[in-house]
């Protein structure tokens, strides 16, 4: 049974635990991390999710995303899933989220990260991932028009700010 640190709505560890995919309280929270892995051509690699899965069985989705499970900070967590989910051992100690993004139940911490790595590299774990590829935006933007990758607001801006910290201009 997998636990979760459970924060206040300020991402302050309360110091409870609970089951993964127990009902929370008001005011309380979980944190959830997803790596973007990009390439210096500007694709990024995106996962296929088992039909099995519960949510968003079947469609394409970031490089990598998962619960932070209980005692691990979300850079202990961006690298455990993106091992257990691609096999990548990337060192996350020196990266921070390049952006987090308030849901209803938590936080999203973001990564975004450039690696050059061939898909024949990877070991895909089955039980989640289907399958990988490297997609250009237009590519995932198509998916999502199509109802193939999960609809993320930000999806069309996602590939321009992994280049800039701070404000930018959306053109």
Same mark, same amino acid.
């Given at each position: 049974?997998?636990?979760?640190?459970?924060?206040?709505?300020?991402?302050?560890?309360?110091?409870?635990?609970?089951?993964?995919?127990?009902?929370l309280?008001?005011?309380?929270?979980h944190?959830?991390?997803?790596?973007c892995?990009?390439?210096?051509q500007?694709?990024?690699?995106i996962?296929?999710?088992?039909?099995?899965?519960?949510?968003?069985?079947?469609l394409?989705?970031?490089?990598v995303?998962?619960?932070?499970?209980?005692?691990e900070?979300?850079? @202990?967590?961006?690298?455990? #899933?993106?091992?257990?989910? $691609?096999?990548?051992?990337i060192?996350f100690? =020196? %990266?921070?989220?390049?952006?987090?993004?308030?849901?209803?139940?938590?936080?999203? @911490?973001?990564?975004l990260? #450039?690696?050059?790595?061939? $898909?024949?590299?990877?070991?895909?774990?089955? =039980? %989640?991932?289907?399958?990988?590829?490297?997609?250009?935006?237009?590519?995932?933007?198509?998916l999502?028009?199509?109802?193939?990758?999960?609809?993320y607001?930000?999806l069309?801006?996602l590939? =321009?700010?992994?280049?800039?910290?701070?404000a930018?201009?959306?053109?």
């Amino acid at each position: 049974m997998e636990l979760l640190d459970i924060y206040d709505r300020n991402r302050v560890p309360t110091g409870k635990t609970l089951p993964r995919g127990s009902t929370l309280g008001k005011n309380e929270y979980h944190l959830v991390v997803h790596v973007c892995i990009f390439n210096s051509q500007n694709e990024m690699l995106i996962q296929l999710r088992q039909p099995w899965k519960k949510s968003w069985p079947d469609l394409w989705d970031l490089s990598v995303g998962g619960c932070v499970l209980a005692g691990e900070t979300s850079q @202990d967590a961006a690298h455990r #899933e993106t091992l257990e989910e $691609l096999g990548l051992d990337i060192d996350f100690s =020196e %990266e921070r989220p390049y952006f987090t993004i308030n849901f209803a139940n938590g936080f999203d @911490d973001y990564y975004l990260i #450039e690696r050059d790595l061939p $898909l024949e590299a990877l070991t895909i774990q089955t =039980e %989640e991932v289907k399958a990988v590829k490297w997609a250009s935006k237009e590519e995932v933007l198509q998916l999502a028009q199509e109802g193939k990758f999960i609809n993320y607001w930000f999806l069309e801006h996602l590939f =321009e700010i992994r280049k800039h910290w701070g404000a930018y201009i959306i053109a």
